[in-house]
């Protein structure tokens, strides 16, 4: 054994972390190499110091203020603990996200595009169902359906990303029941909606200041704008919504990191990379278990071709709120 | 307090039993604190962040998972709230802060702060080596600055600091190695030469 490694076994060695081989041989290097006996000695008054540091006594009014204030702000009650009534709104809002969603990545790489022959076009008088019948499935595109022309892959491909989604949320218990959602109101605000989600897609969301600043929670469904406001109460429970913007080289290892952390992606990324032709960034959504969150980013830190996450647009729930932050991914050089 | 204790007031707690939260709170409150101190090296801030970690763990005990450990997890929320109010110093120092000038007519002065630390802390402060031995901790990176913390300070196990970054007992060892080498070299001339 050389200096170099025994220097590097003796943290392990002081906490009786080696192996009986390993320990044999470091022994063996410190009797016989004074430069280590030295370091070794330097090395345990060091944490000798550090130790000695010790732990300071809780200031005196400490726990009087956490009772204070938890008493004066309520436990938040759990999803299933919640009337019908208030959970009915959360439901209908994975309706009207998915719907929001589906509409802008179907924009992305269908319009604009000049019909070719064998194209199926919706008609005018065409009208929305919604049902989502596969053999009516491109006429299930909501609102702006009407002015898009597709060929049968497109739809197919289309009609994929509905399913992912629809098993995404699934899979987060949210149960899809397009008579339940207020159409009324998602026809008034689809817009808007629309509007700020292609926003979130094409502008970085500003770095968050991790402030104690409490966000407002949605009240109602129809407000919910992706990555603006509150997501849903079942997120918020199991998940983290993740934004990943500009993954150059480190998609693949990406798909497999969600995926061993139980992660589902909301965008695909077969979709995402189809959206990054038109858009030329490669953008996807995902969730992690929010459980997960830290040793996914850990493990995404120890995959060789990413370098680092910087957290910077997205939403995440630390604890009891959520922050803004985006991650881009950085490929190593 | 064993562990079926402790899952029982967790499920107390769930209830909305504030009193059940209480005793977690007693139990655990001195290491977060702590955790808190050695993160930031300042008592008010590791005061109010330690707070609000007990907080933030109320709020969300509904979520919390039986099957997890209570104790890993109010660990994991103090340390990413130390971890976020340094990152916030970072970008901009802190208004307090001592590396904060402070803006006067004359132009930027360097504020010299009145120790705030009531007088255990104080009396450390006092002693060169602590103070010596704080400033070699608070110029590691987060990482190692926190497994410090756990291991050389708290005392916690591999396998408690495994669970609790979220990685291997690999990972435990080879990352503390490297910070204590670190820690060494900062404090080489202390070690060998006294103060």
Redesign the interface.
């Known amino acids: 054994m050389d200096c170099k490694a025994a220097?590097?076994?003796?943290?392990?060695y002081m906490?009786k972390?080696v192996s009986e081989k390993e320990k044999d041989l470091l022994e063996l290097h410190l009797r016989e190499c004074k430069t280590c006996q030295e370091f070794f000695e330097?090395?345990k008054?060091?944490?000798s110091?550090?130790?000695?540091?010790?732990?300071?006594?809780?200031?005196t009014d400490?726990?009087e203020?956490?009772?204070r204030?938890?008493?004066n702000?309520?436990?938040?009650?759990?999803f299933a603990?919640r009337p019908l009534w208030f959970r009915m709104p959360v439901e209908a809002l994975g309706t009207v996200l998915a719907v929001v969603i589906i509409f802008v990545l179907g924009s992305l790489f269908i319009r604009g595009k000049a019909p070719a022959p064998g194209d199926v076009s919706l008609q005018k008088d065409d009208k929305i169902s919604s049902r989502w019948m596969p053999d009516e499935r491109v006429r299930a595109l909501p609102g702006g359906a009407k002015n898009l022309s597709s060929t049968p892959e497109q739809a197919d491909e289309l009609y994929g990303v509905v399913n992912k989604i629809r098993e995404a949320y699934s899979d987060m218990g949210v149960s899809f029941s397009e008579e339940e959602a207020d159409k009324k109101q998602m026809e008034r605000e689809k817009k808007a909606e629309e509007k700020a989600i292609v926003d979130s897609f094409k502008q970085p969301t500003p770095p968050s200041?991790?402030?104690?600043t409490k966000e407002a929670p949605a009240k109602r469904a129809g407000k919910v704008t992706a990555f603006q406001q509150e997501p849903s109460e079942i997120m918020?429970?199991?998940n983290i919504t993740m934004k990943v913007d500009d993954l150059s080289g480190g998609m693949n290892e990406l798909i497999q990191q969600v995926h061993s952390h139980g992660g589902k992606f909301i965008t695909s990324p077969e979709t995402a990379a189809l959206a990054a032709k038109t858009t030329g960034k490669n953008l996807m959504l995902f969730n992690i278990p929010?459980?997960?969150y830290?040793?996914f980013i850990?493990n995404i830190e120890k995959v060789g071709s990413i370098e680092k996450i910087v957290?910077s647009g997205g939403r995440v729930f630390?604890?009891?709120?959520f922050v803004t932050v985006e991650l881009t991914m950085e490929a190593k050089k | 307090m064993n562990n079926a204790t402790e899952s029982a007031l967790i499920e107390r707690?769930?209830q909305?039993d504030?009193d059940a939260?209480?005793e977690l709170?007693?139990k655990h409150?001195?290491?977060v604190?702590?955790v808190a101190?050695?993160m930031l090296d300042d008592?008010e801030e590791a005061?109010d962040v330690?707070?609000?970690?007990?907080?933030?763990?109320?709020?969300?005990?509904?979520?919390f998972?039986s099957d997890?450990s209570f104790f890993t997890w109010i660990y994991?929320?103090v340390f990413?709230?130390s971890k976020?109010?340094l990152?916030?110093w970072a970008?901009r120092p802190r208004p307090d802060s001592i590396d904060a000038p402070v803006d006067t007519e004359d132009g930027d002065i360097t504020r010299t702060l009145q120790d705030k630390e009531?007088s255990?802390?104080k009396i450390?402060l006092k002693k060169e080596?602590?103070r010596l031995?704080?400033n070699a901790?608070a110029e590691l990176s987060i990482k190692h600055r926190e497994i410090?913390i756990m291991?050389?300070?708290?005392g916690l196990s591999?396998q408690e600091i495994a669970e609790v970054?979220?990685?291997g007992e690999g990972t435990v060892?080879s990352r503390?190695?490297r910070a204590?080498?670190i820690?060494?070299e900062k404090?080489?001339e202390?070690?060998?030469h006294g103060l």
């Not at chain 2, 330690?50 to 979520?63: H, L, M, V, Y």
């Not at chain 2, 291991?151 to 708290?154: A, N, V």
């Open positions: 220097q590097k076994l003796l943290s392990s906490d972390k330097e090395f008054k060091t944490i110091m550090v130790e000695s540091l010790g732990e300071m006594e809780v200031p400490f726990i203020e956490i009772e204030e938890i008493k702000v309520p436990r938040r009650k759990s603990e200041s991790w402030s104690k918020r429970r199991y929010k459980d997960d830290y040793k850990w957290p630390t604890g009891d709120k | 707690c769930k909305g504030t939260f209480g709170v007693i409150q001195k290491k604190f702590n101190l050695r008592w005061k330690a707070q609000e970690a007990f907080i933030r763990a109320w709020r969300a005990i509904g979520t998972r997890s994991r929320i990413n709230l976020n109010r990152k916030g970008r009531p255990p802390d450390l080596t602590g031995v704080k901790i410090i291991r050389d300070i708290q591999y970054i979220g990685c060892k503390l190695s204590r080498l820690l060494k404090l080489k202390v070690v060998n």
